[in-house]
């Protein structure tokens, strides 16, 4: 089993930043990646990035691309979600989770484990 602990989520004004955290604890030998997905009432859970454990790879969804910056600390097991311009459609709860094998990080069925997840407002 792996535990995740999302932090960071808040309240900001359009054009803020912030910086969502999520600590793996428990089983985390086997990750092949982590990712943060966002939802919001009535809408599927949404990609938003991810990185590969080992090599660093990341990947983006177009709507963040160029404003959020995913990175990950492999000595305290954390990853990270620097939110930066953001905007009120940035609105949702965010979830991070892991992948133990490849699967297509893209998609949220490919993870194992998810954590309860950090609210984000942002305001116009």
């Known amino acids: 089993q792996v535990q995740l602990v999302e932090s960071g989520g808040g309240l900001v004004q359009a054009g803020g930043s912030l910086r969502l955290s999520c600590a793996a604890s428990?089983?985390?030998?086997?990750?092949?990646?982590m990712g943060w997905f966002r939802q919001t009432p009535g809408k599927e859970r949404e990609f938003v990035a991810a990185i590969t454990w080992n090599g660093g790879i990341t990947y983006y969804a177009d709507s963040v691309k160029g404003r959020f910056t995913i990175s990950r600390d492999k000595l305290r097991n954390t990853v990270y979600l620097q939110m930066n311009s953001l905007k009120p459609e940035d609105t949702a709860i965010y979830y991070c989770?892991?992948?133990?094998?490849?699967?297509?990080?893209?998609?949220?069925?490919?993870?194992?484990?998810w954590g309860q997840g950090t609210q984000v407002t942002v305001s116009s």
């Open positions: 428990g089983r985390t030998s086997s990750r092949y990646a």
């Open positions: 989770a892991v992948e133990t094998v490849s699967r297509g990080v893209r998609l949220g069925s490919s993870y194992d484990y």
